[in-house]
């Protein structure tokens, strides 16, 4: 359903003034109803529409009684020609746009590559960037395919870049361990082959030989226990073990960062061992650097949750030995009123002048 729009968005966006008029001089009827439209728009957007179906029928309404025009002209618009040909290279001449080359295509996904996709993965914000960029260097966007093809283009040069940086980061001692992690790792529904190798060698772990350490690492936690503690211990125990520093992402932005990691999270093993070196040894070392973090938290939760349950229990253990103790006195209830009521007679008496004697038996009574 078309948005419908107000008087002031009407006037303002769709009004023409100064040299705008200007341009109308010697056109007529369709002609200069979509000119004017065409004008319009790109002052708007950028961009020219792709059709009448991209102009609201209030803003053609609106412009049609600017120019004296009944708006049934547009119907006589030719949208693909000649006429619109020229039209569009008077309209780039008056506001100071050129059309995207292929020039112009690779320089603006050097420019992403460079200064937007580091930060940024998100394909539409990537998108927004670029068309903020491509309007303050003057230059009308491309069809919608050409700007996929540059973001793409952008994507991968940022994600080579980076990843070659990140690699040669890792330790040598570090790449062995990555590599044995997926090495020995089944795809869902595989069964895990022995191959004679001891994971508690490389990791130092309590894992028996053929344990799959990375589906272990990927596990998310159980119920609160001692033993998901100790599951936890482990798989953090794991990846400490690797030997990656704890600075390898400093300059790495958050949003890359979490890109990687549920990029891991989605590949099977056998995903992971088809990447160049280079994207592999990377995505691994992001997936451990926030499987740390994440176990680490998991781990304070988890003790906290225990320290929580044993406290709880305590309680309920010194309330029902209270109550049990209770229970074995006879006529319970009667001595406790006598109780009460001795106490609340003197108040300011000593208990062994008042209490006791309220208690058949004495002070024995009240053991």
Request: hydrophobic letters at 40%; one cysteine or more.
């Amino acid at each position: 359903m078309a948005r419908v729009l107000d008087e002031d968005e009407l006037v303002g966006n769709w009004t023409l003034v100064g040299d705008e008029l200007d341009q109308l001089s010697g056109r007529r009827g369709a002609t200069k109803l979509g000119f004017a439209l065409l004008l319009r728009f790109y002052a708007l957007n950028g961009r020219f529409p792709t059709g009448r179906a991209e102009l609201p029928d209030q803003a053609v309404g609106y412009v049609a009684r600017l120019v004296d025009l009944p708006a049934s002209e547009l119907g006589l618009y030719e949208w693909d020609g000649r006429t619109i040909k020229d039209h569009r290279k008077d309209i780039r001449t008056y506001f100071g746009f050129r059309e995207c080359s292929l020039a112009d295509s690779d320089k603006a996904a050097d420019w992403l590559a460079a200064e937007v996709c580091p930060k940024e993965r998100q394909v539409d914000r990537v998108r927004a960037e670029l068309l903020a960029h491509l309007r303050e260097e003057r230059i009308e966007p491309p069809a919608r395919d050409r700007i996929r093809r540059i973001i793409g283009t952008a994507l991968r040069q940022a994600e080579q870049t980076q990843t070659s940086q990140i690699s040669s980061r890792i330790p040598a001692e570090a790449i062995p361990r990555l590599l044995a992690l997926i090495a020995k790792s089944a795809d869902p529904g595989d069964e895990l082959e022995d191959q004679g190798e001891d994971d508690g060698a490389l990791f130092g772990a309590a894992e028996a030989a053929a344990v799959d350490v990375f589906a272990v690492i990927r596990e998310e936690p159980g119920n609160v226990s001692v033993k998901t503690i100790e599951r936890e211990v482990t798989k953090l125990t794991a990846i400490r073990k690797v030997g990656l520093s704890g600075d390898l992402f400093a300059d790495v932005t958050p949003k890359v960062l979490a890109a990687w990691r549920a990029r891991v999270a989605a590949e099977a093993p056998s995903h992971l061992r088809s990447h160049p070196y280079d994207i592999k040894m990377t995505l691994l070392a992001a997936y451990l650097y926030c499987r740390s973090r994440e176990i680490t938290d998991t781990l304070v939760d988890l003790l906290i949750a225990t320290v929580r349950r044993i406290n709880a229990r305590a309680d309920t253990k010194v309330t029902s030995d209270f109550v049990a103790e209770l229970r074995r006195v006879s006529g319970k209830e009667n001595i406790l009123f006598k109780m009460t009521e001795a106490a609340l007679e003197s108040p300011e008496s000593r208990v062994e002048d008042v209490i006791y004697p309220a208690v058949p038996g004495g002070y024995k009574g009240c053991r």
